[in-house]
């Protein structure tokens, strides 16, 4: 994916997502996210999932998101 095409938004999640997995052991809860982003968690959990059909995270239902090496960049 080219960093061009990201938005502001998307691009905001990628970098909480990756603030809150700084030292964790497993994937980061929307639950979290949406704390820290101060939204909705269902508000998360659809961001999340379209950041994973960009390739930019794994998502898997109850156990987290983890950025993958193209959401790293």
């Known amino acids: 994916i080219i960093k061009c095409c990201m938005t502001y938004s998307e691009e905001n999640y990628l970098k909480?997502?990756?603030?809150l997995s700084t030292g964790a052991n497993k994937g980061v809860t929307t639950n979290?996210?949406?704390s820290e982003m101060e939204?909705?968690?269902s508000s998360?959990?659809?961001m999340v999932q379209?950041?994973?059909e960009?390739?930019?995270v794994e998502y898997?239902?109850?156990q987290g998101?983890?950025?993958t090496k193209e959401g790293r960049f």
């Open 16 to 19: 909480i997502i990756y603030h």
């Open 32 to 34: 979290a996210i949406a």
């Open 39 to 41: 939204s909705k968690p």
């Open 44 to 46: 998360v959990t659809d």
């Open 50 to 52: 379209k950041l994973a």
């Open 54 to 56: 960009k390739g930019l």
């Open 60 to 62: 898997k239902k109850y």
């Open 65 to 67: 998101v983890s950025l």
